[in-house]
């Protein structure tokens, strides 16, 4: 089955920096990626997505880059504030047994922005 | 989003017993997704539906039971709990298995 690989699992950066989260998939079927953002108690909140059409994908200050060939892809934040501080996770969607589809999760990256 | 809630937010009960988390969507959302959050293990697939009367298995079905009798409902039963079962179980839905997917507010299950 698919399996996604999420690294770091833990990043400090200070305020201001820029912040890269990467992922790696298995399924060369996936072709889906989203990424969701979990506050403290909260529940998770997709932040970007990208389609595997699709290189490069930018909203404001959050980027998501795809490499099908090497099957990973990246979260690249800028100008990080404290208000960024959570944990981030990636997906990749997968064609389960049934022909239908379904997202793997990776493990999570806490961030945290030093003021 | 308000769109989908889940119920009880919080829930203590004993090993052994039967525990019914209830999910309920107002989106028309076809597909409907139960997790369970545990630390280091991001979010797990316990099962799914992509429509009403059709459920399936994820990654770690063993122990939970759910149905589908109707679109906007997605009860996740566990039949006989197990102290291993203590997580926060979050309930989602989305168009397609292949769309964005909306997620609840979450459960938090202690089993003693």
């Known amino acids: 089955g698919e399996n996604v690989e999420q690294h770091p699992s833990t990043l400090s950066v200070q305020e201001g920096d820029s912040a890269v989260i990467k992922c790696t998939y298995s399924?060369?079927?996936?072709?889906?990626f989203p990424w969701y953002k979990q506050e403290l108690g909260k529940r998770p909140q997709l932040i970007i997505d990208?389609?595997?059409?699709?290189g490069e994908k930018k909203d404001q200050r959050i980027a998501v880059t795809l490499n099908k060939t090497a099957k990973h892809f990246s979260l690249h934040i800028t100008e990080t504030q404290p208000e960024d501080s959570a944990v981030y996770f990636c997906?990749?969607?997968?064609?389960?047994?049934?022909?239908?589809?379904?997202?793997?999760f990776g493990s999570g990256t806490r961030l945290q922005v030093q003021p | 989003d308000a769109g989908i809630t889940q119920s009880p937010r919080y829930k203590i009960t004993e090993t052994g017993r039967q525990v019914t988390l209830m999910c309920h969507q107002t989106?028309?959302?076809?597909?409907m997704f139960w997790y369970r959050q545990d630390l280091g293990h991001g979010l797990r697939l316990i099962y799914y539906?992509?429509?009403?009367?059709?459920?399936d298995k994820g990654e770690v079905p063993d122990g939970y039971v759910v149905s589908r009798s109707k679109t906007e409902n997605f009860p996740l039963t566990l039949e006989s709990a197990t102290r291993s079962q203590t997580s926060v179980y979050f309930c989602?839905?989305?168009?397609?298995?292949?769309?964005?997917?909306?997620f609840g507010d979450g459960t938090r299950l202690s089993i003693l």
């Open positions: 989602a839905s989305s168009d397609t298995g292949n769309q964005p997917q909306h």
């Open positions: 399924d060369s079927a996936s072709n889906y």
């Open positions: 990208i389609r595997s059409n699709v």
């Open positions: 997906a990749a969607s997968r064609r389960m047994d049934t022909g239908r589809r379904a997202l793997t």
């Open positions: 989106w028309s959302h076809s597909y």
């Open positions: 539906s992509a429509a009403a009367d059709i459920t």
